[in-house]
């Protein structure tokens, strides 16, 4: 198998505070738009591949900021989701989409199996082994972890304009996303989303399900809309706001 990353490209992904000792670990799925060089620009411009399509805007900042206000362990994907998207099951149409919204990919039209299935290895697989090793080694240490998923969307999909200025989003275990749901409708001015514009499923979404469900960890994933943190300032306002909200979600939900 062809080794998908150069010896002096950026690997998989980046750990932010290794050490922290809180139990908050954020992921950041969607955290970059970068397309290693093997594949070129998977036949888009630059302007496709900086819209939504190509990463979660701002999401990566606004980790970063809680990292710092929270002590979390967190973790960012060096590459966009368009190359295979961290938090969708491998095999799925959407974890390497030949469209996304109404843009094609030409570089994912055609795939063969083997080339998918170097994507998986280089970036998708470490990736994932990375919050694995994480959470086993707090399991061992009997060390809490409280697993937070950070996204962002678009304000218009398809024409369609979107309300909401966050969202939570959550599947069967539902303790931390319906205390964070209450905490945010306190928050004045603001419309949240619950389980809306997305929800979490075993087939459109992995981390939550795997790293969270599976483990029974307490967790939470958070929509917000790009709009909002697309600049230092917005960034600065979420920050602060979950940086306030999700340790009290927490001592509200008992976790």
């Known amino acids: 198998m062809t080794k998908l990353l150069g010896p002096d490209e950026p690997g998989p992904f980046q750990i932010l505070n290794p050490l922290a000792a809180s139990a908050w670990v954020i992921t950041c799925d969607h ?28 999401a990566a900042a606004v980790t970063g900021g809680l990292v710092a206000r929270l002590d979390a362990w967190a973790i960012l994907q ?36 083997e080339a998918a299935l170097a994507r998986r290895v280089a970036l998708f697989d470490p990736y994932h082994a990375a919050i694995t090793t994480e ?30 200025h966050a969202a939570v989003l959550y599947h069967r275990d539902t303790r931390l996303a319906q205390a964070l749901l209450r905490r945010l409708a306190a928050e004045p001015g603001l419309v949240i989303g619950d389980n809306d514009p997305y929800r979490v499923t075993d087939e459109s979404d992995y981390g939550i399900p795997v790293h969270g469900e599976q483990r029974g960890l307490p967790h939470v994933e958070i929509e917000i809309r790009q709009d909002l943190i697309a600049n230092g300032a917005g960034q600065a306002e ?18």
């Not at 937070?148 to 309300?163: D, I, K, L, N, Q």
């Open 238 to 255: 979420w920050i602060d706001r979950f940086a306030r909200l999700l340790p009290a979600a927490a001592r509200d939900a008992g976790v």
């Open 78 to 113: 060096n590459y966009s989701r368009l190359v295979i998207d961290c938090n969708r099951p491998p095999g799925v149409p959407s974890s390497i989409p030949l469209r996304s919204e109404n843009t094609v990919i030409p570089g994912n039209v055609g795939i063969t199996p």
């Open 135 to 164: 959470l086993n080694v707090r399991q061992i240490a009997a060390r809490p972890a409280r697993l937070v998923a950070m996204h962002s969307f678009t304000p218009v999909y398809e024409g369609v304009a979107r309300p909401m």
């Open 31 to 58: 955290a970059s738009n970068r397309v290693p060089r093997a594949l070129g620009t998977l036949g888009l411009p630059e302007s496709e591949r900086a819209r939504h399509i190509g990463w979660d805007i701002g």
